[in-house]
Each structure stands twice: as structure tokens, then as C-alpha cells.
């Protein structure tokens, strides 16, 4: 499987972006998918997951309400909506397959996306 991340930019507090990931090599429309993040020198954390069929939607209490998961089966692309950013959002996000519970299947990543929330 491979996954690539884009969307990450600098935005303001309060304000919104949309991160991608388009995946390969595995049957995506099958599989849960989640989104981390993972600050300088700390461990990648699980921000969310989505279920095969868009259905559920489970997310870390930290972004739980400002957060949205989305999927497009047929472009193997799962997508995260976020909006009312905090500083405390900055990290580099990544995508892997995933279960709702936040544990990722994989252990390899793709190279994630920066955001950056700043004045």
C-alpha cells in the first residue's frame, strides 16, 4: 500500500483546511481508514476514522466537533475537513488504514502533510 498526503499549509487560528490522501496497493473501498498526526519528537497520534462505507465516524476527543472525516471509494481518497484550527493543531498529518478505534494497520508511512496554525 502507499499513501499520499497534501492539502497541509499555514493558516491562521480559526481557520479551515482540507487535507487529502490518495492511496494504492490495497482494496481501499474495503478497509477503514484513519488519519494521525505527530508533533516534533512525539509519537503519532490518531486523530479519526471513517468505516469502508462512510457510515462511521469515530474521532480523538481533541477534535472532536471541529474535525470531519470523508471518503471517496471510487478515487481511493479519504479526506479531513478541519475547521476552527488551534495552534495546538500544528503537526504533520498522515493517513493509514485504520480501525475506529484509532489503531493503525500499517506500519509504514507515507512522507504526511504540514499544517501549521499561526498568527
Known amino acids: 500500500a502507499e499513501f499520499v498526503e497534501s492539502g497541509g499549509a499555514l493558516v491562521q487560528p480559526g481557520g479551515s483546511l482540507r487535507l487529502s490522501c490518495e492511496t494504492s496497493?490495497?482494496?481501499?473501498?474495503?478497509?477503514?481508514m484513519g488519519w494521525f498526526r505527530q508533533l516534533p519528537g512525539k509519537s503519532r497520534v490518531w486523530v479519526g476514522s471513517?468505516?469502508?462505507?462512510?457510515?462511521?465516524?469515530t474521532y480523538a476527543d481533541s477534535v472532536k466537533g471541529r474535525f470531519t472525516i470523508s471518503r471517496d471509494n471510487a478515487k481511493s481518497t479519504v479526506f479531513l475537513q478541519m475547521d476552527n484550527l488551534k495552534p495546538e493543531d500544528t503537526a504533520v498529518y498522515y493517513c493509514?488504514?485504520?480501525?475506529?478505534?484509532?489503531?493503525?494497520?500499517?506500519?509504514?508511512w507515507g512522507q504526511g502533510t504540514q499544517v501549521t496554525v499561526s498568527t
Open positions: 493509514n488504514r485504520a480501525d475506529l478505534r484509532g489503531s493503525a494497520f500499517y506500519t509504514f
Open positions: 496497493g490495497h482494496m481501499f473501498s474495503f478497509h477503514t
Open positions: 471513517i468505516s469502508p462505507d462512510s457510515v462511521r465516524t
